[in-house]
């Protein structure tokens, strides 16, 4: 596998939001707040899709009945 400067910080920076993180949904969240941070120190900003997941929503109907 080839391995460049970039993706063995990538692997690093994964490796440690794994090792902080207690659940995917908190993994989720530090993910996207380290990208948020790197690409603010290197000058742009993220702009994430508000993308509606029609499955998830049909999930939290259910489980609450």
Avoid: C, W
């Amino acid at each position: 596998m080839i391995q460049s400067e970039i993706l063995k910080e990538k692997d690093r920076v994964q490796a440690k939001l794994s090792r902080e993180s207690a659940s995917i949904h908190e993994y989720l969240i530090r993910s996207q707040a380290t990208a948020k941070e790197i690409a603010t120190s290197y000058g742009f900003s993220l702009q994430y899709a508000k993308v509606p997941n029609k499955a998830l929503q049909r999930t939290l109907v259910n489980s609450r009945r």
